[in-house]
């Protein structure tokens, strides 16, 4: 082991405009949340590789020379880092039990986890004994990339333990970003880990995980915008259970049904989306203007409504957006729909007050409802100090 400790940390997303439409070949803009996940790396002299996952109660340990004996006999073999390896994956679920159907949260983020600290240190010779604990402000299961964090915070903390990528901190220094080629090496590990957990991600999330601020993403090629504002935002959990792969297949069935009307729905969609981005790019060559962000609030009314029209609206997210527009601010959905989370637009200007009569409108509807913003750093290196508080007292009881 290169290192004996290391913390990392990495953001959720959202979709700020896009959903739906870009699965058709329309732009989409995937900003990150400052709601992030935090990793705590530690060298141990057990003989033993742990996990400690306290957001889904996940404890685990496992001997260093039984994952060993799941390694070929050349470590060659692995560590490709384009490619995943199914017979690697086939044996890791017969070690942690999980059936090809598995898609539980808990299972699949054990299996990315072994899968990256087995590809990772193969060529080494002899697997390390450590600890990882990992602690979330993201809820699972909410669309809001919980999973990408996830994985690029393993991905950044494996390959720095490696050696593969320098540890960046030096005494002066509390937090700390890689060039683009590190940066490049960990969103490439932790698509992998997306893929164990997901199947067929786009790679969205863990590109948003990696870089931050507001990638625009389009017929598969993802794009960092250059300088991007940081906006507030309240962010609405309905816990509306929903499922991505239905929404979708609805919005296909209406297109095939209707495709005079949702084409043009989804083009209106994606000139939302490159409206948006133009509005983002002019607020950060010069200052903010209040102009500004009525064309913000504008473009997220004018895409709710595409969105219901598509189908994938809720009741739910219709209280939402009703709620905040009686206090005078814009909320659409994001993600999939169907129920899910929701994001509102708060100006500079806006009063605490009214945000926090708004939060607490939200949760007497029986919503989970945050103050944060968008735009946020993506992985970083922390040192202890570095962390927010919570975080760290949580990391250190495992």
Same mark, same amino acid.
């Given at each position: ?5 290391? +913390? ?6 959202? +979709? ?16 990150? =949340? ?64 999980? @059936? ?25 010779? /002899? ?5 990882? @604990? ?121 297109? $095939?049904?209707?495709? @005079? +009307? +949702? ?9 939302? @989306? ?22 913000? /609030?504008?473009?997220?009314?004018? $895409?709710?409504?595409?969105? $219901? ?56 509807? !029986? ?7 968008? !735009? ?15 975080? =760290? ?6």
């Amino acid at each position: 082991m290169h290192i004996k400790e290391c +913390i990392m940390s990495a953001p959720g997303k959202a +979709i700020l405009h896009g959903e739906h439409a870009v699965v058709h070949g329309n732009v989409a803009l995937a900003v990150s =949340l400052n709601l992030r996940t935090y990793l705590r790396l530690q060298a141990t002299s057990t003989s033993k590789v742990c996990i400690n996952l306290p957001n889904i109660n996940t404890f685990l340990s496992w001997d260093v020379t039984k994952l060993q004996q799941l390694l070929p006999d050349s470590g060659a073999e692995l560590g490709n880092v384009n490619e995943l390896d199914a017979e690697l994956v086939r044996r890791l679920r017969d070690l942690v039990g999980v @059936s090809n159907g598995t898609l539980d949260t808990r299972s699949m983020a054990i299996l990315a986890f072994l899968y990256i600290y087995l590809s990772v240190f193969a060529g080494s010779g /002899e697997l390390p004994s450590l600890t990882v @604990s990992v602690w979330s402000e993201l809820p699972t299961g909410a669309g809001l990339g919980s999973s990408a964090a996830y994985s690029v915070c393993l991905a950044a903390a494996l390959l720095s333990a490696s050696g593969t990528i320098p540890s960046l901190l030096s005494d002066q220094e509390s937090t700390a970003r890689w060039g683009e080629v590190e940066m490049e090496l960990i969103n490439r590990w932790a698509f992998q880990g997306e893929r164990i957990i997901h199947g067929n991600p786009s790679g969205v999330d863990n590109a948003v995980g990696t870089w931050g601020g507001i990638l625009r993403y389009h017929s598969g090629k993802i794009t960092p915008l250059n300088r991007v504002p940081m906006l507030r935002i309240l962010l609405t959990n309905t816990k509306v259970p929903r499922s991505t792969k239905v929404l979708v297949a609805g919005v296909k069935d209406k297109m $095939n049904k209707f495709p @005079s +009307i +949702i084409n043009p729905v989804l083009e209106s969609v994606n000139a939302v @989306s490159c409206t948006c981005e133009q509005t983002l790019s002019e607020m950060t060559n010069d200052t903010p203007t209040p102009e500004h962000y009525n064309i913000l /609030e504008e473009l997220i009314d004018i $895409n709710q409504h595409h969105l $219901n029209v598509m189908g994938v609206g809720h009741p739910a997210l219709d209280t939402l957006c009703r709620v905040t527009l009686a206090r005078g601010l814009h909320s659409k959905l994001t993600g999939a729909g169907g129920g899910g989370c929701g994001i509102t637009l708060l100006r500079p200007e806006t009063e605490c007050s009214v945000i926090q009569n708004t939060i607490q409108d939200l949760r007497d509807c !029986g919503y989970d409802c945050w103050e944060t913003s968008v !735009g946020a750093e993506g992985v970083q290196q922390h040192s202890p100090l570095a962390v927010k508080e919570e975080a =760290l007292e949580v990391l250190a009881r495992y």
